[in-house]
Protein backbone atom coordinates (compact mmCIF):
# COMPACT_ATOMS: atom_id res chain seq x y z
CA UNK A 1 0.00 0.00 0.00
CA UNK A 2 1.50 3.29 -0.98
CA UNK A 3 1.57 5.88 2.28
CA UNK A 4 1.77 9.53 2.23
CA UNK A 5 2.09 10.49 5.37
CA UNK A 6 2.19 14.58 6.93
CA UNK A 7 4.10 16.42 9.80
CA UNK A 8 0.79 17.61 11.64
CA UNK A 9 -2.83 16.73 11.51
CA UNK A 10 -3.76 20.16 12.92
CA UNK A 11 -1.65 23.46 13.13
CA UNK A 12 -2.22 26.82 14.24
CA UNK A 13 -0.05 29.55 13.75
CA UNK A 14 0.47 33.43 14.02
CA UNK A 15 0.27 36.13 11.53
CA UNK A 16 3.33 36.36 9.93
CA UNK A 17 4.92 32.85 11.22
CA UNK A 18 6.81 30.96 9.67
CA UNK A 19 5.20 27.61 8.76
CA UNK A 20 6.54 24.58 7.07
CA UNK A 21 4.52 21.55 6.43
CA UNK A 22 6.24 18.00 5.57
CA UNK A 23 5.00 15.37 3.28
CA UNK A 24 6.32 12.21 2.98
CA UNK A 25 5.49 9.22 0.44
CA UNK A 26 7.43 5.51 0.69
CA UNK A 27 6.80 4.31 -2.63
CA UNK A 28 8.89 6.03 -5.08
CA UNK A 29 6.90 8.65 -7.08
CA UNK A 30 8.83 11.07 -9.06
CA UNK A 31 5.53 13.37 -8.55
CA UNK A 32 3.96 15.15 -5.59
CA UNK A 33 1.74 17.73 -5.23
CA UNK A 34 0.63 20.64 -2.27
CA UNK A 35 -3.10 21.13 -2.63
CA UNK A 36 -5.66 23.75 -0.72
CA UNK A 37 -8.59 22.58 -0.20
CA UNK A 38 -11.66 25.44 0.80
CA UNK A 39 -15.46 24.65 0.68
CA UNK A 40 -17.07 25.69 -2.66
CA UNK A 41 -13.91 25.70 -3.95
CA UNK A 42 -12.50 22.18 -4.52
CA UNK A 43 -8.87 21.40 -4.53
CA UNK A 44 -6.38 23.80 -5.66
CA UNK A 45 -3.04 23.34 -6.72
CA UNK A 46 -0.28 25.29 -5.19
CA UNK A 47 2.91 23.59 -6.27
CA UNK A 48 4.01 19.95 -7.64
CA UNK A 49 7.44 18.47 -8.35
CA UNK A 50 7.96 15.82 -10.79
CA UNK A 51 11.77 15.37 -9.85
CA UNK A 52 14.36 16.05 -6.96
CA UNK A 53 14.78 19.82 -6.70
CA UNK A 54 12.57 20.53 -9.62
CA UNK A 55 9.27 22.12 -8.73
CA UNK A 56 6.26 23.93 -11.00
CA UNK A 57 4.04 26.38 -10.08
CA UNK A 58 0.42 25.10 -9.98
CA UNK A 59 -2.57 27.41 -10.31
CA UNK A 60 -2.42 29.58 -6.85
CA UNK A 61 1.32 29.68 -5.86
CA UNK A 62 1.21 33.65 -3.96
CA UNK A 63 2.72 33.19 -0.68
CA UNK A 64 3.80 29.61 -0.80
CA UNK A 65 7.09 27.73 -1.86
CA UNK A 66 7.97 24.63 -1.69
CA UNK A 67 11.56 22.27 -1.69
CA UNK A 68 12.56 18.40 -2.15
CA UNK A 69 15.74 17.94 -1.77
CA UNK A 70 14.83 14.09 -0.92
CA UNK A 71 12.74 12.22 -3.73
CA UNK A 72 10.65 11.15 -0.67
CA UNK A 73 9.54 14.46 1.11
CA UNK A 74 7.97 17.64 -0.25
CA UNK A 75 7.68 20.64 1.82
CA UNK A 76 5.35 23.27 1.69
CA UNK A 77 6.22 26.50 2.92
CA UNK A 78 4.34 29.56 3.75
CA UNK A 79 7.22 32.69 4.42
CA UNK A 80 4.64 34.72 6.31
CA UNK A 81 1.88 33.54 6.75
CA UNK A 82 -1.84 35.38 6.34
CA UNK A 83 -5.32 34.55 7.87
CA UNK A 84 -6.53 34.03 4.33
CA UNK A 85 -4.06 30.89 4.07
CA UNK A 86 -6.35 29.01 6.68
CA UNK A 87 -7.45 26.29 4.75
CA UNK A 88 -6.96 22.19 4.56
CA UNK A 89 -3.87 21.47 2.86
CA UNK A 90 -3.20 18.08 1.27
CA UNK A 91 -0.26 16.21 0.13
CA UNK A 92 -0.23 13.98 -2.98
CA UNK A 93 2.33 11.76 -4.88
CA UNK A 94 2.17 9.57 -8.06
CA UNK A 95 3.73 7.58 -10.24
CA UNK A 96 4.87 9.03 -13.79
CA UNK A 97 4.19 6.44 -16.39
CA UNK A 98 5.05 8.86 -19.01
CA UNK A 99 2.86 11.28 -21.76
CA UNK A 100 -0.60 11.31 -21.71
CA UNK A 101 -0.75 7.82 -19.55
CA UNK A 102 -3.58 8.13 -16.89
CA UNK A 103 -1.78 8.29 -13.49
CA UNK A 104 -4.06 8.30 -9.94
CA UNK A 105 -2.63 10.40 -7.45
CA UNK A 106 -2.41 9.14 -3.71
CA UNK A 107 -3.39 11.49 -1.18
CA UNK A 108 -2.02 12.18 2.08
CA UNK A 109 -4.57 12.76 5.26
CA UNK A 110 -4.35 16.25 5.34
CA UNK A 111 -3.11 19.20 7.46
CA UNK A 112 -5.62 21.65 8.66
CA UNK A 113 -4.16 25.06 9.27
CA UNK A 114 -5.44 27.97 11.26
CA UNK A 115 -3.41 31.22 10.97
CA UNK A 116 -4.82 34.04 13.66
CA UNK B 1 -10.79 26.13 -21.95
CA UNK B 2 -10.29 22.51 -19.53
CA UNK B 3 -13.00 22.36 -17.09
CA UNK B 4 -14.45 19.57 -14.62
CA UNK B 5 -18.40 20.66 -13.33
CA UNK B 6 -20.08 18.42 -11.07
CA UNK B 7 -23.64 19.35 -11.34
CA UNK B 8 -24.66 18.79 -8.12
CA UNK B 9 -23.46 20.23 -4.43
CA UNK B 10 -24.77 17.71 -2.66
CA UNK B 11 -27.41 14.76 -2.84
CA UNK B 12 -29.18 13.02 -0.42
CA UNK B 13 -30.42 9.53 -0.65
CA UNK B 14 -32.04 6.66 1.30
CA UNK B 15 -30.28 3.69 2.36
CA UNK B 16 -30.83 1.14 -0.47
CA UNK B 17 -31.72 3.09 -3.13
CA UNK B 18 -29.58 4.19 -6.19
CA UNK B 19 -26.92 6.58 -6.46
CA UNK B 20 -26.23 9.27 -8.96
CA UNK B 21 -23.59 11.48 -8.79
CA UNK B 22 -22.94 13.88 -12.12
CA UNK B 23 -19.59 14.91 -13.90
CA UNK B 24 -18.76 16.60 -16.82
CA UNK B 25 -15.72 17.77 -18.52
CA UNK B 26 -14.65 20.51 -21.29
CA UNK B 27 -11.37 19.28 -23.02
CA UNK B 28 -9.74 19.21 -26.10
CA UNK B 29 -8.07 16.01 -25.62
CA UNK B 30 -9.41 12.83 -24.82
CA UNK B 31 -9.44 13.03 -20.94
CA UNK B 32 -8.57 9.94 -18.52
CA UNK B 33 -10.89 10.73 -15.62
CA UNK B 34 -11.03 9.55 -12.14
CA UNK B 35 -13.51 9.67 -9.08
CA UNK B 36 -12.17 10.29 -5.82
CA UNK B 37 -14.01 9.98 -2.24
CA UNK B 38 -13.24 11.75 0.74
CA UNK B 39 -14.69 10.86 4.06
CA UNK B 40 -14.93 13.76 6.92
CA UNK B 41 -10.96 14.40 7.83
CA UNK B 42 -9.32 12.35 5.78
CA UNK B 43 -7.37 12.70 2.47
CA UNK B 44 -8.97 11.68 -0.96
CA UNK B 45 -8.97 7.80 -1.78
CA UNK B 46 -9.65 6.55 -5.45
CA UNK B 47 -12.78 4.76 -6.75
CA UNK B 48 -12.02 4.06 -10.21
CA UNK B 49 -10.56 5.52 -13.23
CA UNK B 50 -11.07 5.82 -16.90
CA UNK B 51 -8.34 5.43 -19.09
CA UNK B 52 -9.66 4.98 -22.76
CA UNK B 53 -10.50 1.21 -22.57
CA UNK B 54 -14.11 0.10 -21.26
CA UNK B 55 -16.16 2.64 -21.33
CA UNK B 56 -18.08 1.21 -18.25
CA UNK B 57 -15.58 1.78 -15.41
CA UNK B 58 -15.76 -0.58 -12.27
CA UNK B 59 -14.53 0.61 -8.51
CA UNK B 60 -14.57 -0.17 -5.46
CA UNK B 61 -17.12 -1.26 -2.91
CA UNK B 62 -20.02 -1.21 -5.30
CA UNK B 63 -19.39 1.92 -7.31
CA UNK B 64 -19.22 2.34 -11.44
CA UNK B 65 -19.06 4.86 -13.81
CA UNK B 66 -19.58 5.27 -17.53
CA UNK B 67 -17.34 7.79 -20.21
CA UNK B 68 -19.75 8.90 -22.63
CA UNK B 69 -18.04 11.00 -25.33
CA UNK B 70 -20.91 12.19 -27.00
CA UNK B 71 -22.17 13.93 -23.64
CA UNK B 72 -18.52 14.60 -22.25
CA UNK B 73 -20.06 12.87 -19.21
CA UNK B 74 -18.39 10.29 -16.17
CA UNK B 75 -21.43 9.58 -14.09
CA UNK B 76 -20.62 7.74 -11.07
CA UNK B 77 -23.64 5.34 -9.69
CA UNK B 78 -24.07 2.84 -7.29
CA UNK B 79 -26.99 0.48 -7.59
CA UNK B 80 -27.85 0.87 -3.20
CA UNK B 81 -26.59 3.09 -1.17
CA UNK B 82 -25.06 2.74 2.11
CA UNK B 83 -24.54 4.55 5.23
CA UNK B 84 -20.61 4.45 4.66
CA UNK B 85 -21.12 5.89 1.38
CA UNK B 86 -21.93 9.01 2.97
CA UNK B 87 -18.57 11.45 1.96
CA UNK B 88 -17.18 14.15 -0.69
CA UNK B 89 -16.98 12.92 -4.22
CA UNK B 90 -14.90 14.61 -6.47
CA UNK B 91 -14.73 13.78 -10.52
CA UNK B 92 -10.94 14.53 -11.78
CA UNK B 93 -9.76 14.96 -15.63
CA UNK B 94 -6.70 14.76 -16.67
CA UNK B 95 -6.27 16.60 -19.71
CA UNK B 96 -2.05 16.61 -20.62
CA UNK B 97 0.85 15.99 -19.15
CA UNK B 98 0.84 18.59 -16.42
CA UNK B 99 -2.68 19.71 -15.72
CA UNK B 100 -5.37 17.43 -13.54
CA UNK B 101 -8.54 19.77 -13.17
CA UNK B 102 -10.85 18.47 -10.08
CA UNK B 103 -14.41 19.07 -9.45
CA UNK B 104 -15.97 21.30 -7.14
CA UNK B 105 -17.19 18.06 -5.31
CA UNK B 106 -20.21 16.42 -4.70
CA UNK B 107 -21.25 16.13 -0.80
CA UNK B 108 -23.38 12.72 -0.24
CA UNK B 109 -25.73 12.60 2.20
CA UNK B 110 -27.35 9.09 2.87
CA UNK B 111 -30.60 9.03 5.03
CA UNK B 112 -31.29 5.70 7.17
Known amino acids: DVKVTQSSRYLVKRTGEKVFLECVQD?????MFWYRQDPGLGLRLIYFSYDVKMKEKGDIPEGYSVSREKKERFSLILESASTNQTSMYLC???????????????FGPGTRLTVT | AQSVTQLDSHVSVSEGTPVLLRCNYSSSYSPSLFWYVQHPNKGLQLLLK??????LVKGINGFEAEFKKSETSFHLTKPSAHMSDAAEYFCVAKTSYDKVIFGPGTSLSVIP
Open chain 1, 92 to 106: ASSLQIGGLASYEQY
Open chain 2, 50 to 55: YTSAAT
Open chain 1, 27 to 31: MDHEN
